[in-house]
């Protein structure tokens, strides 16, 4: 008996590829093991996301 299925708002269908050193991805790898990470994707995921809502959140504060 395998996992329930996720609904479709949580399915990630869509791929971003980014290319990188290998000095950039030796320090992403070793970050990525110094702080847990569940691997290159969640790491590189929560990254972009973290900072897409900090940029978002510094312009909605400059409007106001």
Partial sequence: ?????????QKRRNRMVLLFTDGEL???KD???AYGYDGQNDFGR???L???V???RSINTQED
Avoid at 3 to 9: A, G, I, L, V
């Fill in 46 to 48: 929560k990254a972009i």
């Fill in 50 to 52: 973290e900072k897409v």
């Fill in 1 to 9: 008996m395998g996992r329930p299925p996720k609904k479709d708002s």
């Fill in 31 to 33: 970050h990525i093991e």
């Fill in 26 to 28: 030796d320090l992403i």
């Fill in 54 to 56: 900090s940029i978002k």
